[in-house]
Structure formats: C-alpha cells, structure tokens
C-alpha cells in the first residue's frame, strides 16, 4: 500500500495558513491538499509547535510523539 506522506512541518503550515487544529483525512482533501484516494501518513520531518489532533491511516513512532508530547492526539483510520 503506499502512502502521502504529510511531514509535521507540513502540518505546521497548514495549521499557520488554513488554522486548522483538527488535522484529518476529510480536512487535508477539503482544503485540497490531498487527492480523492491517497491515504496519509505522517512522518517526522520539519518542526511542529502547535497543538493538533491527527485522525490519519498510518504515522511515524517519532511523529506521534512529537504530536503527543505538545498535548496533541493520534488517531488511525482505516
């Protein structure tokens, strides 16, 4: 199966540009970031500073993490 891959600086700009806190499949695909079929998965590059709550198909062990450490949740779809 393979994957977008949306890295956690890439979720930074989408919260500074689009203000988003809720970060899932539908959001990513409303906004036009993602295409119809793609499936997600976060990955750990880039710098995140904001609290975000990710429902995504699969992530990284370092990007989860990352999200939970700055009070953020992870959620994985099917």
Request: glycine share 8%; net charge positive; aromatic share 2%.
């Given at each position: ?9 890439k979720i930074q700009g989408i919260v500074d540009k689009h ?25 750990a590059s880039g710098e995140l500073k904001s609290k975000v ?26």
């Open positions: 199966m393979e994957y977008a891959a949306l890295n956690l600086g203000g988003l806190t809720e970060i899932t499949v539908d959001s990513l695909r409303e906004n036009g970031l993602l295409k119809k079929r793609a499936l997600v998965k976060v990955l709550n990710v429902s995504v198909h699969a992530i990284s062990e370092a990007a989860k993490s990352k999200i939970e450490s700055l009070g953020g949740t992870v959620n994985i779809v099917k």
